[in-house]
């Protein structure tokens, strides 16, 4: 490993770790390709049925596997080596994105179960690759690095949010043609496979117990005896679960701003836009002195700015509101990811981090399913409004819930 810059004040120093570096190149194309897939399906799916529902059925088939697999997902993360299960899912994720490709060939053949399925399959790695990647991480970098590596982490994903929706909506829109995505998807799956086999990352101490129903719902206790832990990702399961829009943007794009595939690129992307600049500047500025408060009120401007949103009929402003949103999530993405990492021993990391994820991906894929069965319901503007109310609904209750969480000052404290 290269030793760290001489100047610990740095942001940046968790670049100067070789291996880091060729860690979140590798995830960055990963999660660039999953947004194009997500676009390019979305899309597809919503010219072929015009049913919201099957918008939602989307998120549901990414993240069912989070939720089947929670407990060996983890518990894998645990006793295997990390490296390599990332590259067994990254393997997994390529020859899917060739049968979705295929499938898309044959598109007058095709039936929505075959996307769904391989949609699934897609989940399935996901749940295993989700873990090991957040675990891995510690061991990519010294811990007092381990900040700026999650921010910097972080920032790869809004990032992808960025480049992913918006290169897919561009080529969608070039050749209106799915599967014209779906070449560039496989190509990033190959890229990013490739670099993890560069990773020579240090072996920490994995767990040796024998596997048994309590070393497989150790991580779920953990975070239910960490109140801190439990009120900050439950925060964030609840308030995107209900103010999530994403499964609604064909719909906005297409019928209610009337701005078509690429503008639905430019929409999906908006909030990594302010997701990514607020992750740089939390890279430069000093430590927030305030956390858990920070978190509440970045929480409730997430649902304010989701309202706002929802009845927005100009595409200007519904992107700036769309870059709000996204920047406040940021900030309590980075809390929370901080908080996890360094409130977790290194061997519980793995299952700890399997939670996490069924937290954020129940926020975000189940979430999408929730905004596609409440827009069949109750209509697609009105689904939208209901679910910000319900986010500023779960920042008071969760204030009230867990006061140890907004006493929460510095990340650094963490430990």
């Given at each position: 490993?290269?030793?760290?810059?001489s100047?610990?004040?740095?942001?940046?120093?968790?670049?100067?770790h070789?291996?880091f570096?060729?860690?979140?190149?590798?995830?960055?194309?990963?999660?660039?390709?999953?947004?194009?897939?997500?676009?390019?399906?979305?899309q597809y799916?919503?010219e072929?049925?015009?049913?919201?529902l099957?918008l939602?059925?989307i998120?549901?088939?990414?993240?069912?596997?989070k939720?089947?697999?929670?407990?060996?997902?983890g518990?894998?993360?645990?006793?295997?080596?990390?490296?390599?299960?990332i590259?067994?899912?990254?393997?997994?994720?390529?020859?899917?994105?060739?049968?979705l490709?295929?499938?898309?060939?044959?598109?007058?053949s095709?039936?929505?179960?075959?996307?769904?399925?391989?949609?699934?399959?897609?989940?399935?790695?996901n749940?295993?690759?989700?873990?090991?990647?957040?675990s891995?991480?510690?061991?990519?970098?010294?811990?007092?690095h381990?900040?700026d590596?999650v921010?910097?982490?972080?920032s790869?994903?809004?990032?992808?949010f960025i480049?992913?929706?918006?290169?897919?909506g561009?080529i969608y829109a070039?050749?209106?043609r799915?599967?014209?995505?779906?070449y560039?998807v496989?190509?990033?799956?190959?890229a990013?496979?490739?670099?993890?086999?560069?990773?020579?990352s240090?072996t920490?101490?994995?767990d040796?117990?024998?596997?048994s129903?309590?070393?497989?719902?150790?991580g779920?206790r953990?975070?239910f005896?960490?109140r801190?832990?439990?009120?900050a990702?439950?925060?964030?399961?609840?308030?995107?679960?209900?103010?999530?829009?994403?499964a609604l943007?064909?719909?906005?794009?297409n019928?209610?701003?009337?701005?078509g595939?690429?503008?639905l690129?430019?929409?999906r992307?908006?909030?990594?836009?302010?997701?990514?600049f607020?992750?740089?500047?939390?890279?430069?500025?000093?430590?927030?002195?305030?956390?858990g408060?920070?978190?509440f009120?970045?929480?409730?401007?997430?649902g304010?700015?989701t309202?706002?949103?929802?009845?927005?009929?100009n595409?200007?402003?519904?992107?700036?509101?769309l870059?709000?949103?996204?920047?406040?999530?940021?900030?309590?993405?980075?809390?929370?990811?901080?908080?996890?990492?360094?409130?977790?021993?290194?061997?519980m990391?793995?299952?700890?981090?399997?939670?996490?994820?069924?937290?954020?991906?129940?926020?975000?894929?189940?979430?999408?399913?929730?905004?596609?069965l409440t827009?069949?319901?109750?209509?697609?503007v009105?689904?939208?409004?209901?679910g910000?109310?319900?986010t500023?609904?779960?920042?008071?209750?969760?204030?009230?819930?867990?006061?140890?969480?907004?006493?929460?000052k510095k990340?650094?404290?963490a430990?």
């Open positions: 490993m290269n030793p760290p810059s100047d610990p004040s740095l942001p940046r120093r968790a670049l100067h070789r291996d570096r060729y860690f979140v190149s590798a995830r960055f194309l990963a999660l660039v390709s999953h947004q194009m897939i997500n676009v390019a399906m979305g799916i919503w072929l049925t015009h049913n919201p099957y939602g059925y998120g549901l088939a990414l993240f069912l596997p939720i089947a697999f929670v407990l060996v997902s518990h894998t993360a645990d006793r295997y080596d990390r490296k390599r299960v590259l067994i899912c990254r393997l997994i994720q390529f020859v899917a994105a060739i049968g490709v295929i499938a898309l060939l044959f598109d007058s095709t039936q929505l179960w075959q996307l769904f399925t391989l949609l699934f399959l897609i989940g399935v790695a749940a295993f690759d989700g873990p090991a990647s957040q891995i991480v510690p061991q990519l970098v010294p811990l007092a381990l900040k590596a921010t910097w982490s972080t790869a994903v809004q990032f992808s480049v992913g929706p918006a290169a897919a561009w070039a050749g209106n799915a599967v014209d995505v779906l560039v496989v190509a990033m799956r190959l990013s496979m490739l670099l993890v086999t560069l990773i020579r240090r920490e101490q994995l040796k117990s024998e596997i129903w309590k070393t497989l719902v150790a779920i953990y975070v005896e960490k801190v832990i439990l009120g990702i439950s925060l964030d399961l609840f308030a995107v679960l209900l103010g999530g829009a994403i943007m064909p719909i906005y794009a019928e209610i701003l009337k701005v595939p690429s503008g690129g430019i929409l992307a908006a909030p990594a836009v302010g997701a990514g607020t992750a740089l500047a939390l890279a430069y500025l000093p430590p927030l002195k305030r956390a408060n920070t978190m009120l970045c929480v409730a401007l997430f304010i700015f309202i706002l949103f929802g009845i927005s009929t595409f200007l402003f519904s992107l700036f509101c870059f709000i949103l996204g920047a406040a999530d940021m900030v309590s993405v980075v809390i929370r990811g901080v908080l996890v990492q360094i409130k977790t021993p290194p061997v990391r793995g299952r700890v981090s399997a939670v996490n994820i069924v937290f954020i991906g129940a926020s975000n894929e189940l979430g999408e399913f929730e905004s596609g827009a069949a319901w109750f209509g697609v009105p689904s939208v409004v209901i910000g109310l319900g500023l609904a779960v920042v008071g209750v969760w204030a009230w819930r867990f006061p140890e969480l907004r006493r929460y990340m650094e404290d430990s």
